[in-house]
Every structure is written in C-alpha cells, then in structure tokens.
C-alpha cells in the first residue's frame, strides 16, 4: 500500500485508540508518521512499538510551547510536514447539565473546550505554513455528537460542533493550498477516551464500558451493525490526508456505520 508515500503525517493524539489505529495505518500506507501525545505511559509503549521509524513527540496539544517543539523536531527531521490528523479528545462523562453542580460547570467548559477545539485551533496555527509549503491537508476528528443528542453531554456535544464550524472557516482561510476536512465518527472500538478531570471522571474510560455491551447497543442501532476499530477509519482518514484528495475542502464525513440514517426503531 502507498497511497501516503513521500507523505509527513503527524497525528495527534495518537497515543491510543482512533489515532493510534490511524498512525498505524498510514504507517502501512507507506507515510512517515510523527505522533504527538500527552500521556507519558502511552509515549513510552508507542516508542516500544515503532522503534526509531516514528518520531513520538510527548506533549499536550494546548500548549503552544510544546506545539512548537513538535514542529521544531518535525522540520528538524523531515524538513516538511505533509498532512495533519487532528484525533485527540476527551469527554464530559455525559453529566446532564441540570444534576452537575453549578459551580463545576465553568471548569468542565473550559477543560474540555481547551482538548476539544482550542488543541485544533493551535495546531492549525502552528503547523499551518508548514501545510502551506506542502499544499498539504489538515484532517480534525469531530464526532456524531455535533448532529445529534446523547453522544455525549452538553459540552462534548457543543465542542464537536464547533470543530465542525472550524473546518469550514480554516478551509477557507487556508484555500487554495490546503484541503481542510473533518471526519465524524461515532462509536469506536478499543477507545480509552477519558471523562473530564473537572467532575473526578478522569479515571473513567471508555474501555472500561463491557466490549459485549458496547458493541450490542451499536449492533442494535447502526445500520452496519459493526462497531468499527479505529483501524476501520484509516482508509478514510488516509484519503482525506493524502494528495489524493483534489475534491474535498470544508467538509466533515459522518461515518458513523448509517447510525443517524434511522428517524424511529421500529424494526426488530
Ligand atoms: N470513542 C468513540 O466512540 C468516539 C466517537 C466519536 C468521536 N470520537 C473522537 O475521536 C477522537 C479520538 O478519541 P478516542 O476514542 O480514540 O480516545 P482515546 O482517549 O483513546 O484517544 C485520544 C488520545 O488523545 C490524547 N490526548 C488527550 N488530551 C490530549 C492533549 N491535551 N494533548 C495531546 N494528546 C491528548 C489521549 O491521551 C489519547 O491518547 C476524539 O476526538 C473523540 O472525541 C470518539
């Protein structure tokens, strides 16, 4: 497979579920793959599993001291960065709003607005002229949550959205250079996405939630009835990031199984 060859592709958040499937993917894809990540357990397995072949940058998207020195090692090893996915995130433990403390509210907003859309708000910035040098793409990561009720509570929710409102405005700022388009999944298998440190849910995880489970209720209502692995997403997300892609700019592909393609569970 070569369809990322003589492709930089930094992925951020790859440190675990959907981006680390994608670095993976556009890995085999025959991409060079940069992967930035928060957490330093996870920097310490992605090291042990790509060896030198990968450039694995600890850091926290947020931050643009440790967004620069992410470019830094990027220009300094490759010279170029070709494509930027954009998978890291966190959830709002899906606490409705009206039995969450109402002092709790102002630091959930901002801890999860700071993951959600301020890190992809930065990286843009940050990695933007490289982009533009490459006439590159930039691929961010939203979820059905910015179309529908209940993937998630209300700031989850409001964060997706405006993810989906970024990518039409950097598509057009960063036109006609660099395609900018989004993907919004919806459930995704193997995913360690964390609850938010503002209501104590940081220990809480997706995973922790029973694979049977999971993957029943989204048998039960997708219509492929197949709960993808980020693996899945890297044919789509590797397009997306790819020269390939002439046609796409200010988009965001719901690929979502056809989960929002069914108005009333009427069938068995
Ligand atoms: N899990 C799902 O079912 C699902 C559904 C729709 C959309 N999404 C979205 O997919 C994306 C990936 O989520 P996931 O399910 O793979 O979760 P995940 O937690 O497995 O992966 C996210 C990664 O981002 C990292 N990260 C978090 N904050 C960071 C920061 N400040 N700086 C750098 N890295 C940071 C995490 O440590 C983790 O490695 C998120 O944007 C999520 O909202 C997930």
Same mark, same amino acid.
Not at 23 to 41: K, N, P, Y
Not at 139 to 150: I, P
């Given at each position: ?26 890995? =085999? ?15 310490? =397995? ?41 998978? #890291?995130?966190? %959830?709002?433990? &899906? ?13 959930? %907003? ?5 993951? &959600? ?6 990286? =843009? ?46 598509? +057009? ?40 489970? +999971?993957?029943?209720? %989204? ?5 492929? #009835? ?11 997300? =590797? +397009?997306?990031?790819?020269?390939? &892609? ?23």
């Amino acid at each position: 497979m070569s369809l990322l060859k003589d492709h930089v592709v930094l992925v951020t958040g790859g440190g675990s579920g959907l981006g680390l499937g994608l670095a993976r993917h556009c890995l =085999a894809e025959g991409a060079e793959v940069v992967i930035f990540e928060i957490s330093a357990d996870k920097v310490r =397995a992605l090291r042990e599993e790509f060896g030198p072949d990968v450039l694995i940058v600890q850091g926290d998207v947020t931050s643009l001291a440790d967004l620069r020195a992410c470019r830094e090692a990027i220009t300094e090893r490759y010279g170029r960065l070709d494509a930027l996915i954009g998978a #890291q995130g966190i %959830f709002d433990g &899906n606490v409705p709003i009206l039995e969450m403390p109402e002092e709790r509210l102002d630091a959930l %907003f901002e801890e999860v607005m700071r993951v &959600n859309v301020k890190g992809y708000l930065l990286s =843009a910035r940050v990695f933007g002229e490289l982009l533009r040098a490459s006439q590159g793409a930039l691929v961010l990561t939203t979820s059905t949550a910015a179309y529908a009720a209940d993937g998630g509570g209300a700031v989850y929710s409001a964060s997706k959205g405006a993810i989906r409102s970024l990518v039409g405005q950097l598509a +057009f700022e960063f036109a006609p250079l660099v395609r900018v388009n989004a993907v919004a999944p919806a459930g995704i298998a193997n995913s360690q996405l964390s609850g938010p440190r503002s209501l104590g849910l940081d220990a809480q995880k997706q995973s922790d939630i029973p694979q049977d489970a +999971f993957l029943s209720m %989204f048998r039960s209502l997708s219509l492929l #009835q197949e709960l993808p692995t980020p693996e899945d997403h890297g044919p789509l997300y =590797a +397009f997306l990031a790819s020269r390939h &892609n002439r046609i796409m700019t200010g988009q965001t592909v719901v690929a979502d199984q056809g989960l929002l393609n069914r108005a009333v569970l009427n069938r068995g």
